[in-house]
């Protein structure tokens, strides 16, 4: 599992409110990333961070916003949630060095309603 | 853009072979073909990746066209267990990986 870890693991929520997802890791990888999945879409790629305070959009961006104040944590917020952010969502991490490997958390279910 | 084809769907026999096709025409010289898997809903497994030469590990073979455009990963002897959904990945852009639809695998008995 590469030391990842992802809080909450499960959560529900109303419209409108904000919401933070967490991802931690523990073994100090550069490259931290944020998927959504949901039904006939497969996973697609939110936000990714490429070191301490240096973030980058995704595909999905719309809607979310991310944080690394820190190598271990990469954080994605919700700023107003919509139903349609209603998700599994996973963190992942990418190894470093040549033929770089991504290993995945497992995962974040948030219902929005 | 995933920039990759795969079948929707496919069979194999519980013991037998399973091959998994994968088209990536447009694939550039220094990009690399990755594989994962996903059983139900778990986190993504990586199984395997290579750049132009098959590769072979514990868990799959990956056998990549001389001229890179299509790849096949194997699975030797299918079980039950290996039941997911396969993606095949080209990394786009150093550190993009963009997943496509997959193809889901059944494995029967």
């Known amino acids: 599992d590469a030391g990842i870890t992802q809080s909450p693991r499960h959560k529900v929520t109303e419209t409108g409110t904000p919401v933070t997802l967490r991802c931690h890791q523990t073994?100090?990888?550069?490259?931290m990333y944020w998927y959504r999945q949901d039904p006939g879409h497969g996973l697609r790629l939110i936000h990714y961070?490429?070191?301490?305070?240096?973030?980058d959009k995704g595909e999905v961006s719309d809607g979310y916003s991310v944080s690394r104040s820190k190598t271990e944590d990469f954080l994605l917020t919700l700023e107003s949630a919509t139903s349609s952010q209603t998700s599994v969502y996973f963190c992942a991490i990418m190894t470093d060095g040549s033929g770089n490997t991504i290993y995945f958390g497992e995962g974040s279910w948030l219902t929005v309603v | 853009d995933a920039k990759t084809t795969q079948p929707p769907s496919m069979d194999c026999a519980e013991g037998r072979a399973a091959n998994l096709p994968c088209n990536h025409s447009t694939i550039s010289g220094n990009e690399y073909v990755y594989w994962y898997r996903q059983i139900h809903s778990q986190g993504p497994q990586y199984i395997i990746h290579g750049l132009k030469n098959n590769e072979t590990n514990e868990m799959a073979s990956l056998i990549i066209t001389e001229d890179r455009k299509s790849s096949t990963l194997i699975l030797p002897h299918a079980t039950l267990r290996d039941t997911a959904v396969y993606y095949c990945?080209?990394?786009?852009?150093?550190?993009?990986?963009?997943f496509g639809s997959g193809t889901k695998l059944n494995v029967k008995p």
């Open positions: 073994e100090n990888h550069r490259y």
């Open positions: 961070s490429y070191g301490v305070k240096d973030t």
């Open positions: 990945i080209v990394l786009y852009n150093f550190n993009k990986f963009y």
